[in-house]
């Protein structure tokens, strides 16, 4: 399939995880219009290919197919229920795809409103970091319709290596706020060890070597703890962002009556670094907290 056979795509939300992402889609051949509110975040991609839109509303008027990777629920809501938002400039039969990690009941009402506009709407929030992103290996999480899921793979496949549908809309948010869950638990777990081992003189590249391929690995273990030895806390996955995660998990749980103290632990750790100026820092700061 060449490009002038393939959908036109809307991306909005050009940040660490977008950017990389949209480079694939360009580099897929795919037609990429880009909107993002600082322009200059979208300068490299524009050199890559990428068409520049002035607003949200032009995105939607001039895309098939439009992702969507920004900051926080608050933003999702504004790009989508907003004056001059997705939902009411939406072509017939566009599809709409939120891939922002992001609150499921938000996801239902997406997916409602997009029903009234006859469009489609998924949320498939990802896992997997700039790595994965850079790479096309992102973990995948979509909800919604499986005609639509089924539609959209060959764009899904450019992005990540494990993509699943989970259920109707609302599902895949579900499964992200269980991916982020089982994560903040291991951050802790995983800087602790490396705290422990370098109070107690080991070399901590060694102690890698052994703990990372037994029972103790992890993709965290793998990926962030080396960056934590080099004290390189570049984000791959802002702090700030993480915090949010937390938060939607916590109040999802609560809603349905569940307590989650190992969560609310990490969260209680990662408040702490926040307020100590590392929001901008890489999960993996979390180092700092045992400073």
């Not at 993509?163 to 599902?171: D, S």
């Not at 990662?270 to 100026?277: H, I, N, P, T, W």
């Not at 929001?279 to 993996?284: A, M």
Request: aromatic share 6%.
């Amino acid at each position: 399939m060449d490009k002038q056979d393939k959908p036109v795509l809307g991306f909005i939300g050009t940040g660490v995880m977008g950017k990389s992402m949209a480079h694939r889609l360009l580099n897929a051949g795919y037609p990429v219009h880009i909107y993002t509110r600082t322009r200059e975040k979208a300068e490299e991609l524009l050199e890559n290919g990428a068409t520049w839109k002035s607003s949200v509303a032009e995105i939607a008027t001039s895309s098939d197919v439009i992702l969507t990777m920004v900051g926080y629920p608050e933003d999702v809501e504004e790009v989508y229920f907003g004056d001059g938002g997705l939902l009411h400039n939406v072509r017939p039969q566009s599809i709409l795809i939120d891939m922002t990690t992001s609150s499921p009941d938000l996801a239902k009402r997406i997916a409602a409103e997009a029903q009234t506009n006859h469009s489609c709407a998924m949320d498939a929030p990802v896992s997997g970091g700039d790595i994965g992103a850079k790479k096309g290996t992102l973990s995948i999480m979509a909800g919604g319709e499986k005609q639509t899921f089924e539609k959209m793979l060959p764009i899904v496949e450019t992005l990540g290596s494990n993509y699943v549908l989970q259920g109707p809309a609302g599902a895949g948010q579900f499964t992200k706020m269980s991916n982020q869950i089982a994560i903040a638990s291991t951050m802790v777990g995983v800087t602790e060890a490396l705290v422990y081992a370098e109070k107690s003189g080991l070399d901590p590249d060694t102690v890698l070597k052994s703990i990372s391929g037994g029972a103790a690995g992890s993709w965290s273990l793998d990926h962030l703890i080396p960056r934590v030895i080099k004290r390189d806390f570049s984000p791959g996955f802002f702090i700030k962002h993480f915090i949010k995660d937390m938060k939607i998990a916590i109040d999802s749980a609560e809603n349905m009556e569940l307590d989650l103290p190992g969560l609310k632990l990490a969260k209680h750790m990662y408040d702490q670094v926040s307020e100590a100026g590392e929001e901008n820092s890489g999960t993996h700061a979390l180092y700092k907290f045992y400073q």
